[in-house]
């Protein structure tokens, strides 16, 4: 569909089974043109679909979950069987994984295989695992690649707060007690890792690896998306702090901005508000300018699409609609009525 993940674990969580099937008849040129939205029809397309993809690939890539140095052995742990075929039916297999994936034993592994499947779907361990270590004779692929991926891990690894986000293994437990991801969605992080592991994981990746061409990273503003309520650090499998790597973060984005030269659109615009907000005149004016684009808003009163520079933000998200009347216009009316009603 052309869209991003906005899980961890469920990539297209925000899709329902409706939106999938109307997906699955555009772009899936195979699917049933009867096909209804009972999700074990669905599911027996994507199958039929996929099983023809993977019998007739010649290369595959993949990602990994971890990776042991003594022995050279990668695995993948999933939950529908995609992984497996990719990593064993295709001549040649490329797995591009970061460098933070690596534990040092294959003893190691053993705890990290229990640890991730109760943190992210609650089982005593995952329904496909699939190990491999290089090339075996007449048995997968015949030809592996594999690209270890730093990315700017190595700058967040030297960083003596921010170095223990590198330790997640995305398990997703984060997200699922996440009161700012519960409301927002994955979509509003603009990244693959959403919720507060990518609150803290993205800017620092993208900080180090120079922003966007070299510009003012947008990414720094992710820290301020959430409460500091704590509930990620209470389930995390490994004990990230996230609050404390949040507040670090915070005051980072504070001093560069002191520091920062030119106009700040952000500090501009508080200046702005400020001096609206200082004259209770100016207040009600603003107000009443509003309520005049309440009618752009949709059935749930809610504007998708807007013009720049607001288009940034209904990008990613909706922005609410200005109600239809300003407090003060409310509270005026209604004391006219009690005074008609004496």
């Not at 984060?174 to 990244?191: D, K, M, T």
């Not at 499998?237 to 507040?247: C, E, M, N």
């Amino acid at each position: 569909a052309d869209d991003m993940p906005s899980h961890i674990l469920v990539p297209a969580i925000h899709r329902n089974r409706s939106e999938i099937r109307d997906i699955f008849l555009a772009r899936m040129g195979d699917a049933p043109p009867d096909l209804s939205d009972v999700p074990r029809e669905l599911a027996m397309a994507a199958r039929a679909h996929l099983r023809r993809k993977f019998l007739s690939a010649k290369v595959a890539v993949s990602g990994a979950n971890f990776a042991v140095a003594d022995t050279g052995t990668l695995a993948v742990v999933e939950s529908e069987g995609n992984g497996r075929m990719c990593l064993t039916l295709p001549e040649t297999l490329v797995t591009v994984m970061g460098i933070e994936k690596l534990v040092p034993t294959f003893d190691d592994l053993e705890v990290f295989l229990q640890l991730l499947p109760r943190s992210s779907t609650g089982e005593r361990m995952n329904p496909y695992t699939s190990m491999w270590s290089g090339v075996t004779p007449g048995d997968g692929p015949q030809e592996f690649h594999l690209v270890l991926l730093d990315n700017g891990r190595t700058d967040v690894l030297a960083d003596e707060v921010g170095r223990s986000a590198l330790h997640c293994i995305r398990c997703s437990a984060c997200l699922n007690v996440c009161p700012v991801y519960e409301r927002v969605g994955g979509h509003a992080y603009g990244s693959v890792y959403p919720g507060p592991i990518g609150a803290i994981l993205t800017p620092q990746l993208t900080a180090s690896t120079g922003g966007v061409s070299g510009h003012h990273d947008p990414n720094a503003s992710l820290p301020y998306a959430s409460t500091l309520c704590g509930a990620c650090y209470e389930v995390c499998p490994v004990k990230i702090d996230i609050p404390s790597i949040l507040v670090d973060l915070r005051a980072r984005e504070v001093d560069a901005d002191r520091s920062s030269r030119g106009v700040d659109p952000w500090k501009t615009a508080m200046k702005a508000a400020s001096w609206v907000m200082a004259d209770g005149d100016r207040f009600a004016l603003a107000g009443r300018a509003a309520t005049l684009g309440s009618g752009l808003g949709g059935r749930d009163h809610a504007i998708s699409v807007a013009p720049p520079p607001a288009s940034a933000w209904t990008k990613a998200r909706d922005l609410p609609a200005p109600p239809r009347q300003t407090f003060r216009q409310w509270w005026q009316a209604e004391h006219e009525n009690e005074e008609g009603a004496r």
